[in-house]
């Protein structure tokens, strides 16, 4: 490909939790790939680290810490985008956590904080880039759901649940809106640190030793983001599952 395409194919793509696993893996994919990333996570140090080696790569890259659970900020992170570049095509709504236990051990406020970052993140998300996108006729809104959207296993109610909810309001998204495209990417057991933080001890570790013993690459995921932003205008890809081959 020549640069000239490069350039013309070039997307102004916002990725949210870009500090680390699937984000991250994302950021380098789409930059890679000639796109200018706009990068947002709580982690604004690792962000900085990312930014700057994507620049010394040649890559487009800027960041700017990111909270998905508090709207204004998810909103003043796509308006300054907007601002900066007079566009957004493509939001990866990605930000999540996993802390899982069983349903008895009523951890209430990790249920909430699974709401918040899994849900209430994607909508705010969406919130943020819906008008211009609407305004202009063309965009393209990716969320991060999981293999969890698609089965319910124990310890795991909560985050299934939020994971169903976002298919189901993407699905949503795709039917209200014929110039917007809708794309859900459903990751099977992915090397990332979702599983690090939180939950009942045993069932976090079981979760861990799983993914160390089968777990995809984050890249491999990236590389279904990817493919389905490439498509043309007027293709849209609305499910991609991707799971490892041993996983059942």
């Known amino acids: 490909m020549t640069t000239t395409s490069i350039l013309s194919d070039r997307k102004i793509v916002l990725v949210t939790g870009a500090s680390s696993g699937i984000g991250e893996a994302t950021a380098r994919h789409l930059a890679a790939a000639g796109n200018h990333v706009v990068l947002g996570a709580r982690r604004a140090d690792r962000l900085a680290l990312l930014t700057k080696e994507l620049r010394e790569t040649g890559f487009s890259a800027e960041y700017a810490e990111l909270d998905v659970t508090e709207q204004a900020g998810v909103h003043a992170f796509a308006e300054g985008a907007l601002a900066r570049h007079g566009r957004i095509d493509v939001l990866v709504n990605n930000a999540g956590v996993m802390p899982l236990?069983?349903?008895?051990?009523?951890?209430?406020?990790?249920?909430?904080?699974?709401?918040?970052?899994?849900?209430?993140?994607?909508?705010?998300?969406?919130?943020?880039?819906?008008?211009s996108m609407l305004e202009r006729r063309s965009g393209h809104v990716v969320n991060i759901a999981s293999t969890a959207a698609h089965r319910v296993d124990p310890t795991a109610a909560v985050?299934?649940?939020?994971?169903?909810?976002?298919?189901?309001?993407?699905?949503?998204?795709?039917?209200?809106?014929?110039?917007?495209?809708?794309?859900?990417?459903?990751?099977?057991?992915?090397?990332?640190?979702?599983?690090?933080?939180?939950?009942?001890a045993q069932a976090q570790g079981a979760a861990r030793g799983v993914t160390e013993l089968i777990g995809l690459p984050a890249s491999?995921?990236?590389?279904?983001?990817?493919y389905a932003i490439a498509?043309?205008?007027?293709?849209?890809?609305?499910?991609?599952?991707?799971?490892?081959?041993?996983q059942s």
Request: charge should be negative; proline fraction near 5%; charged fraction near 25%.
């Open 231 to 246: 498509q043309p205008s007027g293709v849209d890809l609305n499910e991609i599952v991707v799971r490892p081959t041993a």
């Open 220 to 226: 491999a995921v990236a590389e279904a983001i990817g």
């Open 101 to 131: 236990a069983p349903l008895a051990a009523l951890r209430v406020a990790e249920w909430d904080r699974m709401i918040d970052v899994n849900l209430r993140g994607v909508l705010h998300g969406i919130a943020a880039v819906l008008p």
């Open 159 to 200: 985050y299934c649940a939020t994971k169903y909810a976002v298919r189901a309001l993407s699905e949503g998204l795709r039917q209200e809106n014929s110039d917007i495209r809708v794309t859900v990417v459903s990751p099977g057991f992915t090397r990332s640190e979702l599983a690090d933080k939180g939950g009942d």
